[in-house]
């Protein structure tokens, strides 16, 4: 069973990227309808299988690491598994109403939707630090090039910025990745961690560490490295923004997350640790201000992602020599960051298109009237703010009431001030979108309806984002399952 | 789970599904929707009948679930719940009646009632939470639900008055969660317990206990509009007149005042409260707030914002009646949580009908109008003689309990704060009513409409009557059981003698 459902969750997306290569969009869009649907089976099963019997190592057709590439599958890799299919199934299922199948360059989306996802399982389930690179490359060339797509020549200047940045940070990671195979012997994060546990701490490693979180870093657009990303995230497509800010960012941020908890400890210090949270905090006040400054509707959300993944980097400081059940409480909080982000970005990139289908224009001004003429989308764009602002009882809040737990338990108290601005902040770019659309201009009565089908996905995703909060005890159980370690070398 | 588990449960959903339900239902399903809201409130109104009589024979209502790890979601109905969502679930059917004849013809109804019942949802679970974290849970849906109230009219005076809501209001919430996180982390996951968790407090978190306290007071006290924080209020006006009936009566002004209420009684206890010396300085502030508003209604000219003072004002008679240590005072001062929603909702809903019907907002047009319109007049009367109290209204039962009470607190100046407050009472009510019975009219009505038999639209006309008879009659029989007093006295037996 087992084998079945990872050779289903690793094989359909690079299959279906060559089977939609073949097809125009509109064929691209059927194919696309089926394999969506495989793969949240495949991707639904292998959580069940985890949340039964706990996770496992899986080596790739039956070769163990060092040889063959080993995976890790355990629960919070197939929880973000699951993630992915819930957020790419629900943009892909918009895009194939939303995105004109008339111009012919469009019909590229559909492969290029596909090598994303495949990249993003493979950095979910990586294992070692050479195929997180490979999965980032492809997560990174697939979103240059949806970006690309929007077909005007800022999408394409904004496109070209994307790509300078991701392979910069490419490098920087693929640098450090050196570094650690000249002083281990090995690219597998268990061997690296392994090896540290009975040796003490080579000279030089901290600089290998440096270099990979400063390229991830980058690739996650941390504040003030953030210049790309609201170009990039802006002028997509509403689909493809919904996918770069829920998930694209996330997969570079696994990444450095899992090496902080795996060799934070050891080769990081006090020092690196409160820097990053600083950036993060940074990115917070910074990101937001900027959001509530935007004369563009699809700007200030993109602003907001820079903002929300600042929150993100508090794990560094939060988990850095702190007792077992701080460090428990910020992991946890920030996985329901990830995961709530993920939703709500989505829903509110999805329901920003629509309004701006409606209205005709991204500006923020525009937006009059349109909360009597497409209320339920500016509904789904308001309960996902909530979950941005961090309000009850979606899960933004549920991960800032552990972030700050784990502030104060740390005695890290100067968190607890960012956790609050960011979330009154939040409150005004958010409102400033709602206050626009309460407006009531007797000019503008053209509005045009989009499909029912626009609607409802936003909102579906909105909605999720809200139960999240309520469920976060029973999701976050399944990621504390015990992990069977027979794999490791 | 059982029945009695789910009971709060239902009582939350009747308002949140009927919420859901409205917001799905076309702008133009007027019967329907309004068949819908009235069903809702009065199966709500029966439910929570039903759970008062249960609370009083010592029923245990109450559902919990790990939210996130650490804390606990819990519903829990104890005889001060019942008492809020008693309240919530009365003023809701009287305020949806009014509001269905308030909105007639106006656009955007759908929207309109669709908060109006999440907000009363908020209410309700604000009442029935049994946590401080639960409480927050819905303190901070009701601040989100009542937002698109405010901003109802989307004139640009309304979208101000909202952003000036907005930023108090999450500032509050940001800052009592702060405080709620804060204890969490000092204390742990504390339910609403009579007699507080701090009987025998380590005196080594004695100061972080203080500076929670006044965190938590910060926070709350912005809804309750406790001095420096009212500025929200008076502006909060722009909203139709059901709204501020509302908001003023019970949802918002009510649900930081319930908040402070199970702060000192349900989280630290009232024994604790007075031994950490953290009762006192809450009296004065208290007391400043109740005098503050009767002066700056003094100088008002618009009727709303001269209500919204008052509002000030007499919520704060909750704050100073719980700090007043011992049962009597603390009576008074949880019955006015009642009399003022009665008698404030009273008052708002003639205002509302004078607006309406002769297109009166300011003061000097008032005159004459007890002649046009004698029934609104009569109620609006009976609400001002109530909050003024005069015997043997409402407001005196709440006075006079509160006066007796401290006298038994040894707190004599609470004497003269209350007789000083009264005279305010009186001095910016009565010329109200002077213009409405002893003067003629100044000849036409700025916007006078008819409605045949009645001096205004059957629902309009009814519901300040019905509450204006009800603030008779929680004075005249304040001693039968289960009258408002009666209750209060429960509450505080339990408080004091847990």
Redesign the interface.
Same mark, same amino acid.
């Given at each position: 069973m087992t084998l079945w459902l990872m050779a289903g969750l690793l094989f359909t997306p690079l299959a279906w990227a060559v089977l939609t290569l073949l097809t125009d969009f509109r064929w691209g869009r059927l194919v696309t309808w089926a394999g969506i649907l495989v793969q949240i089976l495949v991707s639904l099963g292998l959580w069940l299988t985890v949340a039964e019997g706990g996770g496992f190592y899986y080596g790739l057709g039956g070769w163990d690491a060092p040889l063959g590439i080993e995976l890790r599958v355990d629960g919070l890799a197939v929880t973000f598994v699951l993630l992915t299919a819930v957020v790419a199934s629900a943009c892909g299922w918009h895009a194939g109403v939303y995105i004109d199948p008339e111009k012919p360059w469009h019909r590229y989306f559909w492969p290029l939707f596909w090598f994303l996802w495949a990249g993003l399982n493979a950095v979910w389930l990586g294992g070692d630090l050479f195929n997180l690179y490979v999965g980032l490359e492809l997560i990174s060339l697939s979103a240059v090039g949806l970006v690309a797509l929007g077909g005007k020549a800022g999408a394409l200047r904004a496109s070209i910025r994307y790509l300078l940045a991701a392979l910069l940070g490419s490098l920087a990671y693929l640098l450090g990745v050196a570094l650690i195979y000249g002083q281990f012997g090995t690219l597998s994060i268990a061997g690296v961690s392994f090896w540290l546990a009975e040796h003490p701490t080579p000279t030089g490693s901290g600089l290998a560490l440096a270099l990979m979180v400063a390229g991830l870093a980058l690739k996650t657009a941390l504040f003030p490295l953030h210049q790309w990303l609201p170009p990039a995230h802006g002028i997509a497509k509403s689909p493809v923004s919904a996918l770069l800010s829920a998930l694209v960012v996330k997969a570079s941020f696994y990444v450095a997350a899992r090496l902080w908890l795996e060799f934070g400890e050891s080769i990081g210090n006090l020092a690196v640790a409160q820097l990053l949270g600083l950036l993060g905090s940074g990115a917070v006040v910074w990101g937001s201000w900027l959001a509530c400054r935007q004369q563009q509707l699809k700007q200030v959300v993109a602003y907001s992602s820079v903002a929300q993944i600042g929150y993100l980097f508090l794990l560094f400081p939060l988990t850095f020599s702190v007792s077992e059940a701080v460090s428990l409480?910020a992991q946890?909080g920030i996985t329901l960051q990830v995961i709530s982000h993920a939703l709500a970005k989505a829903a509110m990139f999805l329901a920003a298109g629509n309004l701006i289908l409606s209205v005709g224009s991204n500006r923020v001004d525009a937006l009059a009237g349109v909360?009597?003429f497409l209320?339920f989308s500016l $509904?789904s764009f308001s309960l996902a703010g909530?979950s941005l602002m961090s =309000?009850?009882?979606t899960g933004g809040?549920?991960a800032?009431? =552990?972030l700050?737990?784990a502030s104060?338990?740390s005695g890290q108290w100067w968190w607890?001030g960012v956790l =609050?601005a960011g979330? !009154?902040l939040s409150?005004t770019y958010v $409102?400033r979108i709602?206050?626009a659309s !309460?407006?009531?201009n007797p000019e503008t009565d053209q509005f045009y309806h989009p499909a029912r089908s626009l609607e409802v996905i936003p909102m579906i995703l909105a909605l999720l984002a809200l139960g999240l909060?309520?469920m976060?005890?029973q999701v !976050?159980t399944v990621m504390a399952l015990p992990f069977e370690e027979e794999g490791a070398p | 789970m059982t029945l009695t588990a789910w009971m709060p449960v239902f009582a939350l959903m009747t308002s949140f599904i009927a919420s859901l339900v409205i917001f799905v239902l076309p702008e133009k399903g007027y019967r329907l929707r309004t068949a819908v809201n009235l069903g809702a409130a009065l199966m709500k109104l029966v439910l929570v009948i039903v759970m008062v009589w249960g609370v009083f024979r010592g029923v245990d209502y109450g559902v919990r679930f790990t939210m996130v790890p650490g804390v606990e979601f819990v519903l829990k109905a104890d005889a001060l719940a019942m008492m809020f969502a008693g309240l919530s679930a009365v003023l809701w059917l009287l305020t949806t009646i009014y509001a269905v004849g308030y909105l007639e013809d106006s656009p955007n109804r759908s929207r309109f009632f669709g908060f109006f019942s999440l907000c009363v949802a908020s209410t309700t679970g604000i009442a029935l939470a049994g946590n401080l974290f639960t409480f927050f849970l819905f303190y901070e849906m009701l601040t989100l639900s009542t937002y698109p109230l405010v901003v109802h009219r989307g004139t640009e005076k309304a979208l101000r008055a909202g952003r000036t809501y907005l930023i108090y209001t999450l500032t509050g919430g940001a800052v009592l969660l702060l405080s709620i996180a804060w204890l969490h982390g000092v204390a742990g996951d504390l339910l609403f317990r009579e007699g507080g968790h701090f009987i025998d407090a380590d005196p080594a978190i004695h100061t972080s206990l203080i500076i929670i306290f006044i965190l938590l007071v910060a926070g709350l006290g912005v809804k309750a509009a406790v001095f420096p924080l009212h500025g929200w209020l008076p502006q909060a006006m722009v909203a139709p007149a059901p709204v501020s009936a509302l908001l003023h009566a019970v949802a918002v002004v009510k649900a930081g005042a319930f908040g402070i209420v199970r702060v000192v009684y349900n989280v630290y206890g009232i024994t604790p409260s007075s031994t950490l010396g953290l009762l006192q300085p809450l009296a004065w502030l208290a007391a400043f707030t109740m005098i503050y508003g009767s002066v700056r209604a003094l100088a008002q000219v618009d009727l709303k914002r001269l209500l919204a003072f008052s509002t000030v004002s007499q919520v704060s008679y909750i704050i100073l009646g719980i700090c007043l240590f011992g049962p009597v005072g603390a009576a008074g001062g949880l019955v006015h949580l009642l009399h003022q929603g009665i008698m404030k909702i009273t008052l708002f809903f003639c205002a509302g009908n004078y607006a309406e019907t002769l297109g009166i907002h300011r003061i000097d047009e008032m005159d004459g109008a007890g002649r046009r319109m004698p029934g609104t007049s009569l109620a609006f009367t009976i609400g001002a003689f109530g909050m003024i109290g005069a015997p043997p209204l409402a407001g005196f039962i709440t006075k006079w309990t509160m006066g007796t009470g401290a006298l038994a607190a040894n707190m004599d100046w609470v004497i003269a704060v209350l007789v000083l407050s009264s005279l305010l009472n009186a001095a910016y009510f009565l010329p109200i009513l002077h213009r409405l019975w002893f003067r003629e009219a100044q000849g036409e009505w700025p916007n006078e409409r008819h409605w045949g038999r009645l001096e205004t639209s059957a629902w309009l006309f009814w519901p300040p009557l019905f509450t204006a008879v009800v603030t008779v009659l929680v004075g005249v029989l304040a001693s039968l059981p289960f009258s408002p007093l009666s209750w209060a006295e429960l509450i505080v037996l339990r408080e004091y003698s847990p």
């Open positions: 409480q946890q909360s009597r209320p $509904f909530v =309000l009850p009882p809040f549920a800032k009431w =552990l700050l737990q104060l338990g607890v =609050l979330g !009154l409150a $409102f709602f206050r !309460l407006r009531e909060g309520l976060s005890d !976050l | -």
